[in-house]
């Protein structure tokens, strides 16, 4: 009676069997939600500047960036990343106002902001 010895191994794998196939839909199920997971992450930026651009604000940004010809107004660089900067502070004129606000590169913009005593820039 050799076998007796393994009769925990015998039981065990009678419980298992029928669990296996659930425990392979579990796998299944993280990987498919990793591969969905993945697929979101790469489709998200893309989506999210799509959907900026497509914007009343991501329009009037690519409007204004266009007036000033894709330039920094600070330092005159081409080709940047461009952000807006309000002249006058947001709070004291109309945010959206067109004239008080100017393209700059991003190190420009945050130059900006660390010295508040702006340099002479003309509103366009
Ligand atoms: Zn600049
Ligand atoms: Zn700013």
């Given at each position: 009676m050799y076998w007796l010895h393994r009769w925990p191994v015998i039981l065990i794998g009678l419980v298992m069997t029928p669990l296996l196939p659930?425990?392979?839909?579990?796998?299944?199920?993280?990987?498919?939600?990793?591969?969905?997971?993945?697929?979101?992450?790469?489709?998200?930026?893309?989506?999210?500047?799509?959907?900026?651009?497509l914007s009343a604000k991501g329009r009037q940004h690519a409007r204004l960036h266009r007036r000033?010809?894709?330039?920094?107004?600070?330092?005159?660089?081409?080709?940047?990343?461009?952000?807006?900067?309000?002249i006058a502070p947001a709070r004291q004129v109309d945010r959206d106002e067109p004239h008080n606000l100017i393209s700059v590169c991003v190190p420009c913009h945050r130059q900006l902001h660390e010295q508040p005593v702006s340099p002479a820039i003309s509103p366009a």
């Open positions: 659930l425990l392979g839909l579990a796998a299944a199920g993280l990987a498919f939600h990793r591969l969905l997971d993945d697929l979101h992450s790469l489709l998200r930026s893309p989506w999210r500047r799509w959907r900026w651009r000033d010809g894709y330039t920094c107004r600070v330092c005159g660089v081409i080709g940047q990343p461009l952000e807006l900067h309000s």
